[in-house]
């Protein structure tokens, strides 16, 4: 199934101000302007959107928000307003994050209703999936009631429109990321399940991408199997002539498995 190759980088709370964010984007922009065949896209801090929007008018890189309140409009003191992206420009949300699951209490009904408006508006959702140490022994299971739960009540035109994250919990922030091996085991098991689940065209049409620690040096071995659709980038990607590096070995990868 043709399915295009995607990187993504959430530049978490590293880059605050819009002045250093700015640089980093129109650098990123320069490097990347002759890239077409790997879509490209960034989460920089909620902060700093409006000036990437600017730089990143009418250009092929996405940009979006690290999250969004479950309502567009409310009472929500301190949330940050799917409106306001819409505003700006943006086409993406980064949803389910473990950081936002653990730290932030969000629930699996609360990122579903997160995925809902997100696709109501126009936007990709991409849902963060992902098990503890103690959840890798029944990781099957965990991913099921994952996707069942913060995919629930979408219909499957637009199910095929989700990027799914994966990112194993214990491999975030870590020196490592997981084994190319374990990687391509877990994608085919997502991509089962959602054949599984909602059935074989959304299945083939959905993006899987892994998120982990992933750097220049992994990230060839993680791409090369069909299942995964790209990377999710993280601290190793605050460089934009590293983060170039690895949308280069995945666009190489795919290049070569298209041959």
């Known amino acids: 199934m043709d399915r295009k190759p ?5 530049l978490k709370l590293y880059l605050n101000t819009v002045e250093k964010t700015r640089a980093y984007v129109q650098q990123l922009k320069e490097l990347c302007q ?15 959107i409006s000036g990437v929007a600017e730089l990143l008018e009418n250009t092929d890189i996405g940009y979006g928000a690290q999250n969004i309140a479950p309502v567009a409009n409310g009472a929500f003191t ?26 932030f209490n969000e629930t699996d009904a609360m990122i579903n209703q997160k995925v809902r408006l997100v696709l109501e508006n ?4 991409v849902l963060c999936i992902g098990e503890s140490i103690e959840q890798k022994e029944r990781i099957s299971d965990h991913l099921r009631q994952q996707l069942l739960s913060n995919l629930a009540a979408i219909d499957s035109v637009e199910l095929e429109k989700v990027i799914i994250a994966y990112e194993p919990i214990w491999s975030i922030g870590q020196p490592e990321a997981a084994s190319p091996k374990y990687v391509h ?4 098991m997502i ?27 992994n990230a060839g071995a993680i791409i090369a199997n069909e299942n995964v659709d790209g990377v999710f980038v993280g601290r190793f990607g605050h460089d934009p002539v590293n983060f170039k590096a690895i949308i280069e070995e995945v666009a190489k990868d795919k290049l070569i498995s298209e041959s």
Do not use: W
């Open 78 to 103: 301190g949330e940050y307003s799917i409106e306001s992206l819409l505003e700006c420009g943006g086409s993406l949300v980064e949803l389910g994050h473990a950081e936002r699951r653990a730290n």
């Open 122 to 125: 126009g936007m990709t959702p």
């Open 185 to 188: 085991t877990i994608h085919k």
């Open 191 to 217: 991509r089962q399940l959602l054949n599984e689940l909602y059935g074989q065209k959304v299945s083939e049409k959905v993006r899987i991408i892994y998120g982990g620690s992933v750097s220049k040096e």
């Open 6 to 10: 995607v990187v993504g980088i959430s």
């Open 34 to 48: 002759d890239i077409s065949n790997v879509e490209i896209f960034i989460f920089p801090s909620l902060g700093t």
